[in-house]
């Protein structure tokens, strides 16, 4: 009788799996989609402790099929009935592809290509080998294997918006469809990273695949640490951060972390991320970064070895948010200024302004509305440039020799906020450089040095004329 019970519960759970079919289900299981070849998709809540063939006894009446004709492909394999599902590293709301087996040979004439392998998906066959040969090393034991898993990183932009291991995944570069089987594994992360370096067979209905027939997979990363959105949700692959399996200790602090950033360099160096983070910051504070044409604001190894940039700037994510958003700004700035621009010198400003060479008088557009002199940075002004900018006045030049204690030096400095202060509340008189303060009152502004009395805007610091009265008389 107890037989005949189970029989019987395990046909009603299936029913109700069948009718739960393009809908979500809320429950404590696993929930997962299946999506077909022809574009249907089925909710379902799966006990991790399943086997591949149980999903199949699901699936195949809603395909009218039997379980011996559908074969489930998740991450680039077709997965063997006998694996369990807790074994696939699904993560919730997953998806897995359920196709009709084909057993005629392929249209372009060369035989059929068997995928049904008693193998886990792609990333667990490539996650402890992190896409590079040399580090191939064969575990002691399964403890010493489970204790010194890999993981592949990811910057998560959302919701996570930090680095987080990350699940490699693929679909066809054609369709972008899911159901995809890779001929190969990949070998190197060129293979993830470069397109059309691996073949595969794309099982969904009316893809044509790619050119001479051919039929490319298109590798994609995954945020590990929440549910999946999707077959559009997608990670950036930070590529040089490693799970430290071989104990290899830090370039900086000698101490042995995981994971590890590996700089592209020749001798492989490795930094933990604490010291990678303290590197980035140190540089990005004396403005030592590199602006490269191709790989945009980055940074070599710290140990200085030749072609050792980092080429994917996703990695500097690491820095705090405050950090990040000053290395963002200083990249714009440095564009701007190898693009032939300028930056507004007005403090807290720093708008990029991208101006005709030839063109002296520079107006902060969109910025702070500051009008300067291309020249010298100054507020702009008639007549030639004065050399010292901050006192008006043009250096003695005779050679004065004092000897100062250089400890006392450092200490006898003037507030330099009150500099800022003076900078950002003044204006310097466009015809004779005296600084000006401006009180409220209107723009028509007239200088107060004697013998000079010179009529100019605030706004434009041109002379007084009827356009300013018309425009920005009053502010």
Known sequence: MSFIFAFLKRILQSMIQLLTFGKRAVTNTLNIYI????????????????????????????????????????????LDDSIVI???????????????????????????????????????????????GKDRQEMVSDEDHEKRRAHFYVYCSSPCKMMKPGKLRVRCASCKGGAFTVDRDPQCWQDVLDKNRI????????????????????FYFKCAEHPSQGEDDEAVPLYLIKSNIHDVPCLACTDVKDPVLVFPC??????????????CASRLRDRQ????????????????????????????????????????????????????GILCPQPGCGMGILADPDCRRITCT???????????????????CVIDGESGNVGNSGDCQYNVDPNRAAQARWD??????????TKPCPK????????????????????????????????????????????
């Not at 790989?295 to 820095?319: K, M, Q």
């Not at 330099?416 to 509340?425: Q, R």
């Open 35 to 78: 999506k077909t070849n022809t574009g249907n998709t089925l909710s379902i809540d799966l006990d991790p402790k399943w086997e591949i063939k149980n999903v199949k006894e699901i699936v195949a009446t809603e395909l009218g099929l039997t379980p011996e004709e559908v074969k489930i492909i998740f991450a680039g394999k077709e």
């Open 86 to 132: 807790e074994e696939c590293d699904l993560g919730e709301q997953s998806i897995l592809h359920a196709v009709k087996i084909q057993p005629s040979p392929r249209t372009d004439g060369s035989k059929g290509r068997s995928h049904s392998l008693a193998a886990k998906p792609l990333n667990e066959t490539l996650v402890d080998l992190q896409l590079s």
């Open 199 to 218: 073949t595969g067979i794309c099982e969904t209905d009316g893809c044509i695949g790619g050119d001479e027939g051919l039929t490319f997979a298109q």
């Open 266 to 279: 020749d001798a492989s160096h490795v930094t933990c991320l604490e010291c990678f983070q303290t590197y």
């Open 289 to 340: 970064f590199w602006s490269h044409p191709e790989y945009g604001y980055t940074l070599p190894c710290p140990a200085g070895c030749p072609n050792s940039l980092i080429t994917e700037v996703h990695h500097f994510h690491l820095l705090t948010p405050q950090q990040y958003a000053q290395y963002q700004r200083f990249a714009a700035e440095e564009y701007v200024l190898q693009a032939g």
């Open 366 to 384: 969109g910025g702070c509305g500051f009008v300067f002199c291309r020249q010298c940075l100054q507020g702009y002004h008639i007549g030639e």
């Open 416 to 425: 330099e906020a009150s500099k800022v202060v003076i900078k950002v509340s």
């Open 432 to 475: 004779c450089r005296t600084p000006t303060e401006r009180d409220g009152g209107c723009m028509h502004m007239v200088c107060t040095r004697p013998n000079c009395g010179f009529h100019w805007c605030w706004i434009c610091q041109t002379p007084w004329s009827r356009e300013c009265m018309g425009n920005h008389w009053f502010g």
